[in-house]
C-alpha cells in the first residue's frame, strides 16, 4: 500500500527558515496568596507532610549506611540506598496532581518520587479502594503485620502500609511491594500508578512510552511520566525514547478517536550532576535540558524549565502539562531543576564539589523555605507545621522499625526457591481484554490468506518437490499464527522498523497492512532501543505486543532492554507483573559480518528469556501460537535462510487450524540408531544432508532440533543418546560459547555412562561472517559433520576427510582464538 503522504520536490526545495518558539524558564510567579485560589489550607498541608515523610524516610536510611543506626536502632542494610535528600520539592510536585491511572516510571534515585506518588495516590482513592488493594495486594502479605498496629482511618493506615511495603522492599523483606526482588533501585507498587525505577540509567526513557503507546491504543485513561536524571539525557534508548513518543503518525494517520500524541512527560529531575560528571558544562552542550525540545517536534515538546525547589511551580507545571497531553498534543519535555544534598550513594564524599556549592543549597532548602512561606501567608501556624511533621515522622519511624523486625517482616530462608518461582509465569492467556479486536477488513478476505489458501501445506506432493512459489512456508506459518492472535486479543499489537507498508521485514507482514489499523501494526523509527523497550513498556501495562529487529546484528542496539528489561521485570516484580512480548528477531545471511550473524547465545545466556528457533514451516507456526498464547517473554529467532522452505519433515503437511508445540520441546527430524545429531537453527538441514551422506557408509543418524534453547526438555535428548551412544552438535552460530557447548556438558553429565565417547559440538568458525561467496568457508557444511563423525566420533569405513575437524585442530584454533 503506497504512502498517503507523498514527497514533493517543489516543497522541500522551497526557501525557507526554520523558527524557533521561546522555551520559558522558571515563569512561574505567583505569589502563595494568590495560590490560594488553587489549593485549600489542608492541601498545602498534604504537601508539607509528604515534603517532611520523605525526608525522613531517606535520613533514616542515611543514618543506617552511614553510622550502622537509625536514631539509636541499629541495622546494616547490605543493598544501595541512592538517596534524593533535597530533591524532595521535585517529587512531591511533580506527584501532587497526577491520579492512580496516572503512572510513573523512574531511576535508581526514586524513593522519593515512589512514596510521593503513593502518598498522592492514598488521597484519591477512596477508603473502600484503599482497603481492597491493601488487602488484595499479595493476598494481604504486606498489610497482615501492621493489622495489629493499625489505628486512626484507612488513609492512615494505607500511609503506613505504604511506607512499610517500600522499606521492606528495600531491605528485601517477604513483606517488602515485590518481596524483596526489587530492591532500592527498582521498587514499585502498579496498583498506586508506581512503575518500575530502573538501575540502568535512563532506562526508563525507552520504557514508559510504551506504557502511554498501551494507553492510546487501548484508549485507557491517565497519563505517564518518565522520571530521568539529567545525566541520563546522554543515554541513546532516551533519544530514542523521545523521537518514539513524539512520532508525527500519531496525529497524522493514526484514528483520530485515539487520541493523538502519546500522553507522555520525560520529567527530567534535573540535579546538575550524574555521579561526580556534570551535565552542565562538562559533559553536555546544552545549557538547559529544555533545550533538547526544541530539535524534537514544531511543538517542541512543550518544553519548560521549572524550579523543582519549591513545590508549586512543579504542582502547577504539571497540571498545565497534563491538559496538553490529555488533549493529544504530547509529548511534553520538563526540565525540573533541583538539588542532591545528599551524596550519590552514602559512601560518596562529594569530592567533585565545593562545600560552599552544597551549604548554598543547603540554606535554600526547600522544605525549610516551604515552611515560611506558608507562615507567612498565615495559611497555618508553625505549630500546626511542627505538629503534622513530628506525626509523619513518627509514623515512617514506625514502620521503619517494623520493616527490620525479622520476626514481623522475614526474608526467605536459606534454600528457597522463591526467585526460580517467579522467573517465568508459565501463564496461558488468551486475551488481555474482552473487546472486539479492531481490524480494517475481514482477516478471512485478506489477499495474503486468500493466496495461502491456495497453497501446497508440504514441500513435496505426489512424490514431486512443490515449487517455492507454490508451497506453504516458514513465513505463512509466522503470519497464520499471528493473525490468529491478532483476532483473539484486542491488547495485541506490532511493530516494528519496516513494518506496515514494506510489508514486514522478509515479507513476514505481507497482507497485514490490509488488514490491521495503524495503531496495531505500525512502523517505529529506526530505533531498536525504543522498539525493544516500548514492547517492555507496554506489556508491563498489561498489553501482547509483537515487537521485531530486522537482523539479530542489531540486537547489540537494545542491548539493555533485551537483558535487563525484557528479561528482568517479571522476576524483579515477584509475579506481579506480565511481560507478553514476542520478540522476533531474524538471523540473516548473505550479507556480511554485521548482518549475519547468530547470537542465540547472548539470549540463551540471560536468565529470564524463553528463547525459540524454529525453522520449519510447522514449528514456526506451533510455537508462534505458544508464544502468543503465554505471558513470557519469548525471542522468537528466525533463519532468513529458511524463510521460503516448504514442509519437509510432517508428511500430513502444517494443519490449517490452530495448534501449539510446547516451548523447550525438541523434535525427532530423522530416525536413526548410531549417532544422535542435536541441531538448532538452519543447520537442521546441514545435519540431514550429513546424515545422508552416513547412510552411505552405513552409518544410521538420528536428528534432533532443539527448536528451544530456553527452556529445554533433555528427557528426548538423552532417550536418543543413551540408543545411540554418540553425540554430535550443530549450529550456525560460531562454536565459541554455543548454546550447544551447554547441551553437550548436560548430556554428558546425563549420559555419561552410555557415551561411547566425548560429544563434539560443531559451530560456525570464530571469525566474522565472511561475505555470500564465502561463505561455506565460514558456516557448517555437510562434509564438516560427516568428517567430525569420522575423525572424532567413529571412522567411517572407506570415507577419506576432506576437511580438517580433527582435535589438534580444535586445539590449535583455540590457541589463537579463531
Ligand atoms: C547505563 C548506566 N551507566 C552508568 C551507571 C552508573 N551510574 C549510576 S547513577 C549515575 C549518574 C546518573 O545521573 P543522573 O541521570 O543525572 O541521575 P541522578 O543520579 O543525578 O539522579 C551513573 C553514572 C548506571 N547505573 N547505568
Ligand atoms: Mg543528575
Known sequence: MPKSIVIEPERVFARETIRFAEIPVNAYNRTIEEELASYTPAGLLDIWRDLCAIREFETILNEVKTKGAAKGVAYNHAGPAHLSIGQEAAAVGMAFSLGPEDHIFGSHRSHGEILAKGFSAIRKLSDAELLEIMESYRDGAILKPLESSAVGSAQDLALRFFVYGAYGEIFARETGFNRGLGGSMHAFFAPFGIYPNNAIVGGSGSIAPGAALFKRVNRKPGIVVANIGDASFGCGPVWEGITFSAMDQYRKLWDESLGGGLPIIFNCMNNFYGMGGQPLGETMGVEFIARVGAGVNPEQMHAERVNG????????????????????????????????????????????????????????????????????????????????????????????????????????????????????????????????????????????VEQIRGKIRTQSHEGKPVPKMKAYNVRDGIFEAMLHRFSIDPTMIAFGEENRDWGGAFAVYRGLTEALPYHRLFNAPISEAAIAGAAVGYALEGGRVVAELMYADFMGRAGDEIFNQLAKWQAMSAGTLVMPVVLRISIGAKYGAQHSQDWTALVHHIPGLKVVYPVTPYDAKGLMNAALAGADPVIFLESQKVYDFGEMFVESGVPEGYYEIEIGEPSVKRKGEDLTIVTLGPALYTAIAAAEEMARYGLSAEVIDLRSATPLNYAPLAESVRKTGKVLLVSDAVERGSVLHTVSTNLTGLCFDDLDGPPVVIGSRNWITPAAELESLFFPQPAWLVDAVHERIRPLAGYTPSTRQTLDEMERRAREGV
Open 309 to 448: 525547589y519549591d513545590p508549586l511551580p512543579v504542582i502547577d507545571a504539571f497540571r498545565r502539562k497534563k491538559q496538553v497531553l490529555i488533549e493529544g498534543r504530547g509529548p511534553v519535555l520538563l526540565d525540573t531543576v533541583t538539588y542532591r544534598i545528599s551524596g550519590h550513594s552514602p559512601s560518596d564524599a562529594s569530592s567533585y564539589r565545593s562545600k560552599e556549592e552544597i551549604e548554598s543549597w543547603q540554606k535554600a532548602d526547600s522544605i525549610q523555605a516551604f515552611r515560611a512561606k506558608l507562615v507567612e501567608s498565615r495559611i497555618v501556624t508553625g505549630s500546626e507545621l511542627d505538629a503534622a511533621r513530628a506525626a509523619v515522622e513518627s509514623a515512617v519511624f514506625e514502620m521503619f522499625r517494623l520493616s527490620i523486625d525479622l520476626e514481623a517482616s522475614p526474608r526467605v530462608g536459606p534454600g528457597s526457591e522463591l526467585v526460580g518461582s517467579v522467573m517465568f509465569s508459565n501463564r496461558r492467556v488468551e486475551k488481555f481484554d474482552d473487546r472486539a479486536p479492531e481490524f480494517l477488513q475481514d482477516p478471512a478476505a485478506n489477499a495474503r
